[in-house]
């Protein structure tokens, strides 16, 4: 059957304000664009947009799918100001010795000024607890989950991870980056069956924001990947498209897996530093609010250039966490080295800080840069303290990296931050702590259109409203531009062709009017 869409403004983004009056649409593809008058006779159903903007479809090219869906039932310690707020909450809500696990508390906003420790949790006795931070980059734990993990003040600090102590050489409950999995992985793993309904609901949500599908990663988290997996066999169906990321502990173990059309595998997935947050990202000089201290190194340089090569002999791509300057400094040095497959290009994820020289030779490769525009209001202004205003020219340069001809995908890193494509495109183009990164609307949707695509090689068949192309599209109420991304409601998420969620409450608030 032959559906056509018309009677709003679709914009293709295959250029900047190009517009067409119609598409027609077949078996998932779009077969047909042009004009109402001439595409109607073809069609067996129409689709009225009445008025509304049609876009390609949003896609995040960075989140964690099956976290946001966790954080969706846990307790939201993003929202919490205080640290007494957090404790008794928390305590309010612990089931005798069942663990309990919850996330998004940020020293940044907390009035105590301080990150939280065992000692603040210690009055509860029988249940481990463990409260990851906002960037995931760092949890704190109370002293049964340390018992529980045999973790004591003369544990080891693992390779790419800090047990944290304090000035007496005792235990304050911290565990950054690496250490993290001494005490994560007591955690009594996950059922395919409990993951199957978290992803649902996650799906669910992120339909709502407009998203017709993620690039995802999360195969090492959920005990075996076979695991996580199953599960998102059994919870996707063609509603919603799913690139799934290898971490670099399963990424040789799936390599027998077959994709499916709505989940695909891609690049391994590595981690090279931390978080600007938590003091872990890898940085060529001191934190300026922390001397002596250049963050965390996630490998040591034999086993990175190890996980490179394993990549490579399999003719696949890395994608690679790296915030600090150095971190990335450290990748490009390998990438250089050992170059992506031909046709291939390597992603690197966030990309924070840089510098010039970096700049110049980051351009020479075939990369693709995933940003995550949200981060600025975010991190801004305590980040400042964190790199001092020398290092700001060339941290967050979301513009300059655009203008220096980087092809760049946008995501959120949910649940870092907000899973909602529209406060990502309104954050990078209205950056208020860096003017003069700001993009321009065209160029912030293409992060989440275009861009997305670009970051898969998917460039010729997503990202676009064009004959060939899927039929994935996102109807919002009003055209996006810098006054109304944080106006503009969802009214539809399409994919391949089929409406998988309408905005209810504005149909009925126009039936009621």
């Given at each position: 059957?032959?559906?056509?869409?018309?009677?709003?403004?679709?914009?293709?983004?295959?250029?900047?304000?190009?517009?067409?009056?119609?598409?027609?649409?077949?078996?998932?593809?779009?077969?047909?664009?042009?004009?109402?008058?001439?595409?109607?006779?073809?069609?067996?159903?129409?689709?009225?947009?009445?008025?509304?903007?049609?876009?390609?479809?949003?896609?995040?090219?960075?989140?964690?799918?099956?976290?946001?869906?966790?954080?969706?039932?846990?307790?939201?310690?993003?929202?919490?100001?205080?640290?007494?707020?957090?404790?008794?909450?928390?305590?309010?809500?612990?089931?005798?010795?069942?663990?309990?696990?919850?996330?998004?508390?940020?020293d940044n906003k907390l009035i105590e000024g301080r990150q939280i420790y065992c000692s603040d949790l210690d009055h509860i006795i029988e249940t481990p607890i463990v409260l990851k931070r906002v960037c995931r980059h760092v949890l704190v734990a109370n002293s049964k989950a340390m018992e529980l993990a045999g973790i004591t003040k003369d544990t080891p600090n693992p390779t790419g991870g800090i047990i944290g102590k304090d000035s007496d050489g005792n235990l304050n409950g911290l565990f950054y980056d690496e250490a993290q999995q001494l005490i994560t992985s007591k955690i009594p793993p996950a059922t395919t069956e409990y993951l199957v309904d978290v992803i649902k609901n996650s799906v669910s949500d992120l339909q709502a924001k407009g998203?017709?599908?993620?690039?995802?990663?999360?195969?090492?988290?959920?005990?075996?990947?076979?695991?996580?997996?199953?599960?998102?066999?059994?919870?996707?169906?063609?509603?919603?498209?799913?690139?799934?990321?290898?971490?670099?502990?399963?990424?040789?173990?799936?390599?027998?897996?077959?994709?499916?059309?709505?989940?695909?595998?891609?690049?391994?997935?590595?981690?090279?530093?931390?978080?600007?947050?938590?003091?872990?990202?890898?940085?060529?000089?001191?934190?300026?609010?922390?001397?002596?201290?250049?963050?965390?190194?996630?490998?040591?340089?034999?086993?990175?250039?190890?996980?490179?090569?394993?990549?490579?002999?399999?003719?696949?791509?890395?994608?690679?966490?790296?915030?600090?300057?150095?971190?990335?400094?450290?990748?490009?040095?390998?990438?250089?080295?050992?170059?992506?497959?031909?046709?291939?290009?390597?992603?690197?994820?966030?990309?924070?800080?840089?510098?010039?020289?970096?700049?110049?030779?980051?351009?020479?490769?075939?990369?693709?840069?995933?940003?995550?525009?949200?981060?600025?209001?975010?991190?801004?202004?305590?980040?400042?303290?964190?790199?001092?205003?020398?290092?700001?020219?060339?941290?967050?340069?979301?513009?300059?990296?655009?203008?220096?001809?980087?092809?760049?995908?946008?995501?959120?890193?949910?649940?870092?931050?907000?899973?909602?494509?529209?406060?990502?495109?309104?954050?990078?183009?209205?950056?208020?702590?860096?003017?003069?990164?700001?993009?321009?609307?065209?160029?912030?949707?293409?992060?989440?259109?275009?861009?997305?695509?670009?970051?898969?090689?998917?460039?010729?068949?997503?990202?676009?409203?064009?004959?060939?192309?899927?039929?994935?599209?996102?109807?919002?109420?009003?055209?996006?531009?810098?006054?109304?991304?944080?106006?503009?409601?969802?009214?539809?998420?399409?994919?391949?062709?089929?409406?998988?969620?309408?905005?209810?409450?504005?149909?009925?608030?126009?039936?009621?009017?």
């Amino acid at each position: 059957m032959k559906t056509l869409w018309t009677d709003g403004n679709i914009f293709t983004m295959h250029a900047e304000d190009q517009k067409i009056e119609a598409v027609l649409v077949e078996d998932g593809k779009i077969i047909r664009t042009g004009s109402k008058e001439s595409l109607l006779p073809l069609a067996n159903k129409v689709n009225s947009l009445k008025g509304a903007t049609m876009y390609p479809g949003f896609v995040d090219s960075h989140i964690h799918l099956v976290m946001h869906g966790e954080k969706l039932a846990y307790l939201d310690l993003s929202t919490f100001t205080s640290i007494n707020e957090i404790v008794k909450e928390v305590a309010q809500r612990v089931d005798g010795n069942e663990w309990y696990v919850a996330e998004g508390w940020n020293d940044n906003k907390l009035i105590e000024g301080r990150q939280i420790y065992c000692s603040d949790l210690d009055h509860i006795i029988e249940t481990p607890i463990v409260l990851k931070r906002v960037c995931r980059h760092v949890l704190v734990a109370n002293s049964k989950a340390m018992e529980l993990a045999g973790i004591t003040k003369d544990t080891p600090n693992p390779t790419g991870g800090i047990i944290g102590k304090d000035s007496d050489g005792n235990l304050n409950g911290l565990f950054y980056d690496e250490a993290q999995q001494l005490i994560t992985s007591k955690i009594p793993p996950a059922t395919t069956e409990y993951l199957v309904d978290v992803i649902k609901n996650s799906v669910s949500d992120l339909q709502a924001k407009g998203l017709t599908g993620v690039h995802t990663e999360e195969m090492a988290y959920y005990g075996p990947y076979t695991i996580p997996l199953q599960a998102y066999r059994e919870a996707i169906d063609k509603n919603f498209r799913v690139h799934l990321l290898r971490h670099h502990d399963a990424f040789e173990k799936m390599q027998g897996e077959k994709p499916s059309e709505f989940i695909e595998f891609g690049a391994m997935k590595i981690f090279v530093d931390g978080s600007l947050g938590g003091h872990t990202a890898l940085l060529s000089e001191d934190y300026s609010d922390n001397p002596g201290n250049k963050g965390v190194a996630v490998h040591d340089p034999g086993k990175l250039e190890q996980l490179v090569q394993l990549a490579r002999k399999f003719n696949e791509t890395i994608a690679v966490h790296v915030i600090g300057d150095k971190a990335t400094e450290i990748i490009v040095g390998l990438i250089e080295k050992y170059p992506a497959p031909a046709g291939k290009k390597d992603r690197l994820i966030h990309v924070n800080v840089l510098s010039e020289e970096l700049m110049e030779r980051m351009i020479k490769l075939p990369v693709v840069l995933d940003l995550q525009p949200i981060f600025v209001p975010s991190d801004f202004p305590w980040v400042i303290d964190r790199l001092g205003n020398n290092r700001l020219k060339w941290a967050y340069a979301w513009k300059t990296l655009i203008d220096r001809g980087f092809e760049c995908s946008g995501g959120s890193d949910s649940p870092v931050e907000v899973a909602d494509p529209l406060l990502g495109m309104d954050a990078a183009v209205n950056n208020s702590y860096l003017p003069e990164q700001s993009l321009s609307a065209f160029e912030a949707i293409s992060l989440f259109t275009t861009g997305s695509a670009k970051a898969i090689g998917k460039e010729n068949v997503r990202g676009k409203i064009l004959p060939g192309y899927d039929a994935d599209f996102t109807v919002v109420s009003t055209e996006l531009n810098k006054t109304t991304f944080l106006k503009a409601s969802i009214l539809e998420t399409i994919v391949a062709g089929e409406i998988v969620y309408k905005n209810n409450s504005l149909v009925e608030n126009e039936t009621n009017n």
